[in-house]
């Protein structure tokens, strides 16, 4: 019996155990004292060190305690009771967790090997001859500089082409009056037809006109004569948008004709690109709001409605700033900075200053004219001493006012504005222009008060006699100033009231400022398509006949084109780059998405922000300063960049080089750099090669090629017969026009020969050099994929294999059609596995696009050589998709205690090195499903994330920056070269043990958690949305979900807060994903490529995990359990709930969002049968003690004291800290009962303009709207949706009503949410095309045996 209970080492069960031994004579003392001191060593992970006196000791009092165990009725109870709760024992044992992991990591290496291929594939790489390239940047720096620049030209000549044709239709309309008009708005439907560049209706064979609301019927209209030429520049030139012609008199021509803005008049002499053609100088402005006393509603309303088309008619180039005067001055508050200096006007930045307008409101004071002007002309001069002022500057002062002042002091206020404008003016050296508009009170005209304007406008201090200044004042301003005082610019004074168009009269503020005559054509920074759809860059210039300006010539060219070459660029894995303007502002990164995939308005930052590494602030300043150069500097490892990581080729060293080599693009103010990691270390590049004998090339596009094998594959065309092989568009040498341009059967045969050619006699078909070589290396792989589907056990839980190279090549079986946006290098697990060289990569559970439900990837590199395991050397990721339960399904299998008691008391779990979990009851758990992806440690085992934050070294909770929705990040990283278990250091001990280990040779760890006793433990996660609980402060040691803050930016200069300023840029931006929509009759048609055999799967064990089978154990109530729960497919019962509708789209699009699947964040920690013999055993065991003993115990306390304050500090600091806006939050839940943590219901919240408005501007302290510690919703380092390979998003939302009031304790939190039908993320760049099958259909299909 002495030896049972030995066997059992838990040492939670052990302490209790030991607690009645130590009151019971029977037990001699010193054997309890020496168990608890074994435990509180073991506990301490320390080997025990006995003398021979106190072994002697311990051996004779062992003796003594097995002859009176012997007389004990109790023992038996006692052995019953270790025998039910010795099933964790071995789990928490030093050895059992680690030869437990073992077990798992020889699992995960058999799939590695022989399910996906890797060290097959490595060894055929190792084969493989090389070439060894060393990197010289500058040479490759003016090559690709040299190919952008022409690019720049062919639009450059575009416009200038067009300009002579409009100067020289003027010449001829003088003669002959070119005036008719072609209303773009009247234009018949039959004459236009959709167009997927434009994505809207066009004709292309016309141009036509929108007039502005004044415009003279003789007015000069060139567009008749501009037609041909327009589409003769269209049909010669990719990637151009619209054409136009904007005439100063008030017309605007554009190419196609398409309709646009058809209600009312179109004024596009305000818009930016107009404004900054006719006037290219840098403006400076301050625009003045008078909202006091004097002012009534509809006077206000004309100023704010002024101050924003004036904000809207800026571009970047210009910095405002917009005040409010009243008895005070305010200016905007959404940035400090705004307080002493004026902005760039940014998209940020104006739409700071656009809510900062709409939320003037009537004041009960009076103006203080000469308080506004002071306030203004200071953030004038401020700005002026922070840059170099250019000669060429126009610094302006607009003033929307009733101009009334107080009748008792009228003179002394207007002569005290006026002094005030004196005096401030001459520090500038006269140099600002006062614009003033005089706000109309219903047409009732104050003369003293348009006197008043007038004289502000033209700085008539004379009038009001403050011009006399002594001669030494007056030397003495000279001197200051440094040169001799300037004459006043006269400014104008304009009337406005309810009548007068805005946009034409204050809109077109700029006539009043000098024309210089700049006719220079200006390329714009990158903006939202305002006539289509995407994001575009302008080029413009003006026109002018002789002095007189006719108007400005514009050219839209579709942003993705212009980027193509810095976007994809490969040269080789060691290097990438970037492009940027003359002030630094970031037109491309690698961490920045595709321009193509697009969905929000590019950020103005800095590329100091994204190159945040020591000594680069240097470099930037020589980059922004010679035209030419380049500059070597040494990173230490600790401070490097993921894009960086991601490229060593030696990542022994604490230091590494980073070579930047840069180029200014001739001819346009833009600047291409190209960045090489260690360039002292050659890079390793494939050499020709010759594709596999057995293998066929089989493009992925089987709906052209007529495939006769094609089957369905879940939602994709699909093919068993061979795997398929994409080109993403960085394969190609011009990438927009193979994602601009529809593919077709004959360019699809080009590929294939040209790919297939060992001969190298086939032409390229456009693509990359290195792309041959990749696509034949990957082709020794067909035969063990094609081998594996014949011939493989898990067939039935392996939704796809696939390999991807660095230049976009993607080879996956079953072969499958692809969308041709799809870049397998830009998706999580290709970007984990490189990450992690080597190691066997987890990425996921997520939303498989191609219908498969939830899935999760494991991921392998391949390098040129076994020998060389660094990231840089990788050369291919192989991949593989299974489903979510199969992990899971690998603990119950490999590990029986995980099954022990289904996962309630003794939990076993995955998590990757980032904190996600891969494997977990509740994962998998019909009443648990909440969205499967993204759920953390800190959601599920808050008490294991508690306490492994006190094990400094095997976990860090870090910080990135996210300039894509201006955010920081927060995050943990795991580390993977951790040696032994953890276990608890601090929390739960007393009734919650864990082990964790890491899985040998993967990125991650393998966990068990065994629960005696309810225990609280507390993580704090935003139950509303990823906002961190206190932005302003971040402990190691403090347990929070991965989440995010504003991210303070100085929106004045560009310049991060200090303490940000040190955080590194967050690594590449996930993408979305879309499917290729097919022919909905082929869904109907075409059977399922694999045949799991759902119905004919009667156990649960059978059907767990299998793929497209769903183990229906819930009724459609999401309550009641079905008597004879049955396998089905996946639609009919989608996470084990009957009639759960799917998140999939099912018969395109027509589902019933109305039907939600019910969420439990986590079930009851203890069945009732289990609990009831629990708590059986324990009257029995007490009731023991009490007849021998007649001793009464103490319960046992759930939980700790100092956990309890620890809570009740917590929440109380919550409940201080809420705002009035979090009344209608998710956060009155209350606590679950018998569950270890606060339930939580979230939002999931996509990247969207609302999504980023709602964090900026916001200060940490209101960050806190509603916190839990289960927050099931999408949250990582890399925040948009983690799709990947193919996946969907998920849109989950509260439904409160959908409770039922009789819940029971147990499932009071089972919550409602809806799937949303995924919904295609490119409808903006290709219509909806049906793909259609050209050939005959000869069915192929698999049955999967398991």
């Not at 044992?93 to 399910?115: G, N, R």
């Not at 007038?454 to 001669?471: C, F, H, I, P």
């Not at 390098?863 to 603990?891: C, E, N, W």
């Amino acid at each position: 019996m002495y030896a049972t209970l030995q066997s059992c080492k838990s040492s939670f069960h052990l302490k209790a155990f030991l607690r009645a031994a130590s009151t019971d004579p029977v037990f001699p003392p010193q054997l309890s004292q020496t168990h608890t001191a074994i435990m509180a060593r073991r506990t301490r992970e320390q080997p025990l060190r006995l003398t021979p006196n106190r072994r002697a000791s311990i051996r004779d009092t062992h003796l003594s305690f097995h002859r009176g165990c012997l007389t004990l009725f109790s023992w038996s109870v006692l052995l019953i009771w270790c025998a039910f709760s010795c099933g964790y024992c071995g789990a928490d044992t030093e050895f059992s967790i680690l030869e437990e992991a073992q077990v798992l990591a020889d699992q995960m290496k058999k799939l590695s090997s022989q399910e996906l291929g890797v060290f097959t594939m490595q060894r055929i790489f190792n084969s493989f001859v090389y070439t060894e390239k060393t990197s010289n940047g500058e040479t490759e720096v003016q090559q690709l500089a040299k190919k952008i620049r022409e690019k720049f030209n062919r639009y450059l000549d575009v416009v200038n082409r067009n300009k002579q044709v409009v100067e020289a239709s003027y010449t001829a309309h003088l003669t002959s009056p070119l005036t008719a008009i072609q209303d773009c708005c009247s234009i018949p439907a039959s004459m236009m037809e959709f167009d997927g560049n434009f994505n809207t209706n066009v004709s292309k064979t016309i141009c036509c006109d929108r007039l502005s609301p004044t415009v003279n019927s003789r007015a000069f209209n060139p567009g008749r004569d501009l037609n041909s030429v327009l589409a003769d520049n269209l049909k010669s030139n990719p990637g151009i948008k619209w054409q136009y012609f904007s005439s100063e008199e008030g017309i605007f021509t554009v190419f196609p004709a398409h309709k646009f803005q058809c209600k009312g008049s179109y004024e596009h002499r305000s818009r930016p690109v107009y404004v900054s053609a006719v006037r290219p100088q840098s403006k400076h402005i301050v625009v003045m709001v008078d909202h006091g006393a004097s002012v009534t509603d509809t006077q206000l309303q004309i100023a704010r409605d002024s101050a924003l088309v004036i904000l809207n008619a800026v571009d970047e180039h210009d910095k405002i700033s917009i005040l409010s005067v009243a008895e005070t001055v305010r200016s905007c508050s959404l940035d400090q900075c705004y307080k002493s200096l004026l902005s760039p006007a940014t998209s940020e930045t104006k739409r700071k200053m656009s809510t900062f307008i709409s939320n003037i409101k009537a004041s009960d004071g009076a103006t203080q004219h000469a308080a506004g002007f002071q306030k203004a002309f200071q953030l004038l001069r401020n700005t002026s001493g922070l840059c170099k002022q250019s000669a060429t500057t126009d610094m302006v002062i607009i003033y929307l006012s009733s101009g009334i002042t107080s009748r008792d002091s009228s003179e002394l206020e207007k002569r005290a504005t006026l002094s005030v404008v004196r005096e401030e003016n001459r520090h500038l050296n006269n140099s600002v222009m006062i614009l003033t508009y005089a706000l109309m009170n219903e047409g009732v005209t104050g003369l003293k008060e348009l006197a008043f304007l007038r004289d502000l406008a033209e700085q008539n201090s004379v009038k009001y006699g403050v011009d006399r200044t002594s001669d030494r004042e007056r030397s003495s301003l000279s001197r200051s100033v440094g040169a001799s005082m300037m004459p006043v610019v006269k400014g104008s004074m304009m009337v406005l009231n309810q009548l007068s168009n805005l946009e034409t009269t204050v809109g077109r503020f700029y006539i009043n400022l000098p024309n210089r005559m700049i006719d220079l054509a200006r390329f714009s920074l990158p903006y939202s398509d305002p006539m289509g759809d995407g994001f575009i860059m302008t080029v413009s210039r003006p026109c002018y006949f002789g002095n007189l300006l006719l108007g400005v010539v514009g050219v839209d060219v579709n942003l993705a084109y212009i980027l193509e070459d810095v976007t994809y660029y490969q040269d080789s894995l060691a290097s990438y780059t970037f492009l940027i303007d003359n002030k630094g502002y970031t037109l491309m990164h690698p961490s920045l998405t595709r321009p193509y995939l697009m969905t929000e308005p590019p950020l103005h930052t800095d590329i100091i922000h994204y190159e945040n590494i020591p000594g680069f602030p240097a470099v930037r300043q020589n980059i922004l300063s010679l035209p030419l150069g380049s500059q070597v500097i040494a990173v230490p490892v600790n401070s490097s960049l993921s894009w960086h990581t991601n490229r060593l080729r030696n990542n022994k060293k604490d230091a590494y080089n980073v070579s930047y080599a840069w180029k200014l693009v001739q001819d346009t103010s833009f600047i291409l750099c190209i960045v090489y990691v260690q360039p002292e270390i050659p890079v390793k590049q494939l050499k020709n090669l010759n594709t596999a004998p057995s293998s066929k090339l089989l493009y992925h596009r089987l709906d052209l090629l007529g495939q006769p094998s094609s089957c369905l594959h879940f939602k994709q065309l699909a093919t068993v017969e061979s795997p398929t092989v994409m080109l993403a568009a960085g394969s190609f040498s011009s990438p927009y026009e193979h994602l601009s341009q529809p593919e077709t059967k004959r360019m699809v045969e080009h590929y294939t020969a040209y790919l297939s050619d060992n001969t190298r006699l086939i032409a390229n078909p456009g693509l990359k050099s290195s792309v041959r070589n990749e696509v034949m290396a990957t082709s020794h792989v067909t035969d063990e994929w094609m081998t594996l589907m014949e011939m493989s056990s898990l067939n039935c839980y392996i939704v796809r294999r696939y390999i991807a190279t660095p230049s976009g090549v993607l080879r996956i079986y079953p072969g499958s059609l692809m969308d041709k946006a799809f870049d397998p290098t830009r998706r999580q697990w290709y970007q984990h596995a490189v990450a992690n060289p080597g190691l066997i990569t987890f990425t996921g559970p997520y939303l498989d696009v191609g219908g498969a439900g939830y899935v999760v990837t494991i991921s392998h590199t391949i390098h040129a050589s076994s020998s060389q395991m660094a990231p840089g050397y990788a050369i291919a990721v192989m991949g593989i998709d299974f489903t979510l339960r199969y992990f899971y399904k690998v603990l119950l299998d490999l590990l029986p205690i995980c099954n022990q008691d289904k996962g309630n008391k003794i939990r076993c779990f995955i998590m990757e090195d980032r904190g996600y979990l891969v494997a977990h009851p509740t994962l998998i758990d019909p009443k648990g499903h909440a969205p499967a992806e993204q759920q953390h440690i800190t959601h599920k085992e808050p008490l294991v994330a508690n306490d492994i934050l006190n094990h400094p070294n095997f976990v860090k909770k870090n910080l990135c920056n996210s300039f894509s929705d201006r955010t920081v990040q927060r995050f943990y990283k795991f580390n993977t070269s951790i040696m032994g278990d953890l276990t608890n250091l601090v929390h739960g001990s007393h009734c919650s043990k864990y082990r964790l280990t890491r899985i040998p040779g993967t990125n991650a760890f393998a966990g068990i958690v065994n629960e005696t006793c309810d225990s609280l433990a507390f993580c704090a996660c935003s139950t509303v949305d990823r906002l961190c609980l206190n932005c302003h402060r971040m402990e190691q040691n403090e347990c929070e979900c991965p989440c995010e803050c504003p991210l303070e930016v100085n929106e004045c200069t560009g310049n991060l807060t200090n303490a940000e300023n040190r955080n590194p840029s967050c690594e590449v931006h996930q993408e979305p994903v879309s499917l290729n929509v097919i022919d909905p009759a082929l869904l109907d048609t075409l059977p399922q490529c694999i045949n799991t055999r759902c119905s004919q799967r009667y156990t649960s064990s059978d059907c767990f995990g299998v793929l497209d089978c769903e183990w229906c154990m819930v009724d459609s109530d999401g309550k009641t359990h079905l008597d004879k729960p049955y396998c089905a497919l996946q639609k009919e019962c989608f996470g084990g709930i009957v009639g759960a509708k799917s998140p999939y789209a099912d018969g395109l699009g027509l589902v019933d969002e109305e039907v939600a699947s019910l969420n439990m964040i986590k079930s009851a920690p203890v069945g009732p049968v289990a609990g009831g013999i629990m708590g059986c055993i324990m009257v029995l065991v007490l009731a023991v003690y009490a007849y021998r003993h007649q001793i009464h115990r103490r319960s046992h306390q759930h939980m700790s004291p100092l956990a309890a304050q620890e809570m009740s500090v917590r929440m109380s600091n919550l409940d201080n800290e809420r705002d009035e806006r979090d009344e209608d939050s998710h956060e009155d839940r209350g606590i679950i009962s018998n569950t270890r943590f606060i339930a939580a219901v979230i939002e999931r919240h996509t990247h969207t303009p609302e999504r980023r408005r709602r964090y900026w501007g916001r200060s940490g302290t209101e960050s806190d709207h509603g916190y839990s510690t289960m927050s099931p919703q999408e949250d990582s380092e890399n925040p948009p949706g983690n799709n990947d390979p193919l996946s969907a998003g998920v849109d989950v939302g509260n439904h409160d009503d959908d409770l039922d009031l009789d819940t029971p304790p147990q499932t009071a939190a089972l919550l409602s949410h809806k799937f949303h039908p995924y919904r295609h993320t490119h409808m903006h760049h290709h219509p909806l095309h049906m793909h259609h099958l050209q050939a005959a259909v000869t069915v192929h299909s698999v049955d999967a045996e398991c």
